[in-house]
């Protein structure tokens, strides 16, 4: 039998990208003759590299593939490069829309993500809302394949990919004995973010504790400036911002022993990895479809206020002016949580 070759357009944003990773090594696992070609932001790229029969191609959407004729002489590249059996849009935007049309026009089968729009709209609007788990983003990436006739039985027991070995320039940060924590305060909107003082308490408490050594994430600069003081005042955490490429960050998580983020792309690199996280919520919610993958509902701290969720992305401002979802969040159900894994 002929291998199939499917094209995956999967180009958004850090986290989105990460959550199609599981699906993709439960596709490759169940249909053994299928080869992927995954287009993505370049810098992404790491995320796939533990795939097998995968290869990853570089979408420079502000160079050569702007723009509609941009994307036309992607087109032209990957098609003359491979010979596609179908092509699976798990991001369904404007770019990917002209892509797969122009592949649909060849008479190459195509399907694309229902994003769930209206359901998502019911479940963050003000009044009435309809406070329900969605599908997740796993299960919408799933269907699209199953739409081309290879559908994927998820299996969220399955940890994606093997514990990595570290870095050489980071073995030695890593104290024998110790609980490994990853702590990543950030997200890329502010209304996913625990108050900075909140977090603050927080690490002072896991680092009075002897057995806890703990890391740093971020990535963007005054992240980066905020972490290296943090670092100053509670001498022997170890800040891992701006000093690794991303292949070797995602090296280094796969080591941790468990994580703290907020609803952001830290908490889904970390399940790549079967690493258990405490994720914190505010103006977004679990049953939005993005948790993490085989992540503990028990795991997630948030508070329930009527208001909640109010976007599924967090980034629209509170319309009550508080931010009551994030300050009425204790540092102490954080601390909880932690001390549950």
Request: hydrophobic share 40%.
């Amino acid at each position: 039998m002929k291998p199939k070759h499917l094209l995956v357009i999967r180009n958004s944003a850090l986290g989105d990208v990460a959550m199609t990773a599981p699906v993709l090594q439960q596709l490759l696992q169940q249909y053994p003759e299928l080869r992927l070609t995954v287009v993505t932001t370049p810098a992404f790229s790491p995320i796939f590299a533990p795939l097998e029969r995968t290869d990853v191609i570089g979408l420079d959407k502000r160079g050569r593939h702007k723009g509609f004729f941009g994307i036309y002489k992607l087109f032209q590249e990957l098609r003359s490069a491979n010979r596609f059996d179908a092509i699976a849009d798990l991001h369904n935007v404007l770019r990917s829309t002209i892509l797969r049309n122009l592949f649909r026009l060849t008479g190459i089968p195509v399907a694309k993500i229902d994003k769930g729009r209206k359901e998502k709209k019911e479940l963050t609007r003000k009044e009435n809302k309809k406070l329900v788990q969605l599908k997740t983003s796993f299960q919408r990436y799933a269907d699209v394949f199953a739409a081309l006739g290879f559908p994927v039985k998820l299996d969220k027991e399955v940890q994606p990919y093997a514990k990595q070995t570290l870095p050489a320039a980071a073995a030695s940060l890593f104290h024998p004995g110790k609980i490994h924590i990853g702590i990543a305060p950030f997200a890329k909107h502010g209304e996913k973010m625990y108050p900075v003082d909140k977090m603050l308490l927080v690490i002072q408490q896991l680092h009075s504790a002897d057995q806890h050594q703990l890391f740093l994430l971020g990535g963007g600069k005054e992240e980066v400036k905020l972490l290296n003081e943090w670092a100053e005042q509670f001498p022997g955490i170890i800040n891992l911002a701006g000093k690794f490429s991303f292949s070797e960050e995602l090296a280094i998580i796969s080591n941790l022993d468990k994580m703290i983020s907020m609803d952001s792309a830290n908490m889904h690199l970390a399940s790549l990895f079967g690493v258990p996280v405490v994720s914190i919520w505010g103006a977004t919610h679990p049953y939005a479809g993005f948790y993490g993958w085989g992540q503990k509902a028990e795991h997630a701290a948030q508070v329930d206020l009527y208001c909640r969720p109010c976007s599924v992305f967090g980034n629209k401002p509170c319309y009550r002016g508080d931010h009551a979802c994030m300050e009425q969040l204790p540092e102490s159900l954080v601390m909880e949580k932690v001390f549950q894994i």
